[in-house]
């Protein structure tokens, strides 16, 4: 079945330790998402990407960077730059901008705990 | 600037009656859709229904609907013969320049409304 895989589910880290979440995706899809979300907000975007070897910034890109060396691949590296990096993580993508669709399929996210 | 408000923390809903989640939202762009999405306990995001600013009726997706007032930015969802499997979070989002391509296609989203389905 075609789909988005988030890895790991549950991650914990040290303060000052980088950590790499993973997000592949099957669905052919051009464009892929990552998103933060906190206890009582929505979710806030954080970096995209609507071509392989091409991102952007988000809204809260400080302390994050990304990768997007192949169409399948958009893995999100929380660095020790981010000042309060405990949150559930979401990846999500889409087909390309001329395919005419409009949904953003989500994958299971990750919860990362800073100890 | 772009902003959606979802003013219901939390909604109790008896089992089989309908339920309102409300959404408003603020935008200066013409063109854009407006999204909600359902987050059960295991925290993935699964997408309910769609309403693009230009649609002339409003969005149905079996017992989802999405009452749509566009002189009044809201984007109200209607859950039908609620089902205890419904209970979760529902997030309300907008994503501007709609038609031309989707633009950057971020979404931005509201705080949500967890509803619970009592039976």
């Known amino acids: 079945d075609g789909g988005i895989t988030q890895s790991p589910k549950y991650l914990f880290r040290k303060e000052g330790q980088n950590v790499t979440l993973s997000c592949e995706q099957n669905l052919n899809h051009d464009a892929m998402y990552w998103y933060r979300q906190d206890p009582g907000q929505g979710l806030r975007l954080i970096y995209y990407s609507q071509i392989v070897n091409d991102f952007q910034k988000g809204d809260i890109a400080e302390g994050y960077s990304v990768s997007r060396e192949k169409k399948e691949s958009f893995p999100l590296t929380v660095t020790s730059a981010q000042k309060n990096p405990t949150a559930f993580y979401l990846c999500?993508?889409?087909?390309?901008?001329?395919?005419?669709?409009?949904?953003?399929?989500f994958g299971a996210g990750s919860r990362l705990t800073v100890l | 600037a772009q902003k959606i408000t979802q003013t219901q923390p939390g909604m109790f809903v008896q089992e089989k009656e309908a339920v309102t989640l409300d959404c408003t939202y603020d935008t200066s762009d013409p063109s854009y859709g407006l999204f909600w999405y359902k987050q059960p306990s295991s925290g993935e995001m699964i997408f309910l229904i769609y309403?693009?600013?230009?649609?002339?009726q409003n969005a149905t997706e079996g017992r989802y609907s999405l009452n749509f007032q566009k002189a009044r930015k809201s984007a109200n969802l209607v859950i039908s013969a609620s089902q205890l499997g419904d209970s979760a979070m529902y997030f309300c989002a907008m994503r501007e320049a709609e038609g031309y391509g989707g633009a950057t296609n971020k979404l931005i989203f509201g705080t949500g409304t967890l509803l619970a389905v009592q039976p």
């Open positions: 999500a993508s889409r087909p390309g901008r001329l395919s005419g669709a409009n949904v953003l399929t």
């Open positions: 309403q693009g600013s230009y649609d002339q």
